[in-house]
């Protein structure tokens, strides 16, 4: 089981849509659970079983596809010994 943690702004309609949209992605993926959880004002920040994916680079949001492919990514990387 992963487990991905995304930290959004709780008042920003544009990063909750992105949110959305992300959580929608893996939504019938059984090996996945996504959470989200409040974060600060502006905060858009992903961890995947601990390790932190850039959400946004230069306060620009990152396309969802491009989220979705680093997840996965993290998700099927070996583990570190």
């Not at 992963?2 to 920003?12: A, E, F, K």
């Not at 306060?59 to 990514?73: A, K, N, T």
Request: aromatic letters at 6%; one cysteine or more.
């Amino acid at each position: 089981m992963t487990y991905v943690i995304i930290r959004r702004c709780p008042v920003c309609p544009t990063i909750n849509e992105h949110v959305e949209r992300l959580f929608t992605a893996f939504k019938k993926d059984r090996h996945v659970l996504v959470v989200r959880i409040d974060g600060s004002l502006d905060e858009f920040t992903i961890l995947v079983d601990g390790e932190q994916i850039p959400g946004m680079y230069d306060d620009c949001l990152r396309p969802v596809e491009d989220l979705v492919s680093d997840i996965r990514e993290v998700m099927h990387a070996p583990a570190a010994v």
